[in-house]
């Protein structure tokens, strides 16, 4: 049975569309050769990093979300340890109930901007 990741990947020298693009999807064909699915790629951009880690100070951060058998996990972590032009890989296993219950606070926050701006009232900010 597929369980749901998200993995952060990070990127040094690959700030070139192209080669990050080609770099992309080695990474997910990496994971479609272990008979996962590609559920959402979202590419966050150029960030710093809070201390200089191998000579390098900022890096491209990626996140793709994917299905995989757990059991073919460790094998993809082998993989990407071959990848030269991957700099740092975290995945971690996506809580569904946790994901259910930010989507349900989302549509009531939604739904009470919707009913202050139908009274014509700024709606208040949630706390958090």
Do not use: C, W
Request: cysteine-free; glycine content about 6%.
């Amino acid at each position: 049975m597929a369980r749901k990741y998200d993995g952060l990947y990070i990127f040094v020298g690959a700030a070139k569309d192209e080669l990050l693009d080609k770099t992309l999807e080695k990474i997910r064909g990496e994971i479609t050769r272990l008979s996962g699915t590609i559920l959402d790629t979202a590419v966050l951009g150029k960030r710093s990093f809070a201390r200089l880690m191998q000579k390098r100070d900022h890096g491209v951060y990626v996140r793709i979300r994917f299905e995989l058998d757990p059991a073919s996990l460790a094998t993809l972590r082998e993989r990407y340890h071959l990848m030269e032009d991957l700099f740092r890989v975290q995945v971690q296993v996506v809580d569904e109930r946790r994901e259910v219950a930010i989507a349900e606070q989302n549509v009531k926050l939604a739904a009470r901007a919707e009913a202050a701006a139908a009274r014509g009232v700024e709606a208040a900010p949630a706390e958090a």
